[in-house]
């Protein structure tokens, strides 16, 4: 039972690897970018440090229309 657990746990984190991975490579269309950036934010509960300062800004920063001073990235990085 244990195994097929972690068999079942370790197929879930690479199908959910894989689609992250879709995710990043896509193209940011022009003034989309801080939809992106909310998108991989976790804006659910709290599960440890605290980040809540960090969570109102980029939603400010989203909200006000702000554009980010460097553009994405469009290479995978390690």
């Given amino acids: 039972w244990d195994s097929f657990l972690f068999n079942a746990t370790r197929e879930s984190a690479k199908n959910a690897e894989k689609a992250l991975a879709r995710g990043s490579e896509g193209t940011v269309e022009d003034g989309n970018e801080w939809e992106r ?42």
């Fill in 37 to 78: 950036v909310a998108e991989l934010c976790d804006f659910g509960p709290r599960r440890g440090r605290d980040v809540a300062r960090l969570r109102s800004i980029v939603l400010q920063l989203k909200q006000s229309g702000v554009r980010p001073k460097h553009p994405p990235r469009t290479t995978k990085v390690a």
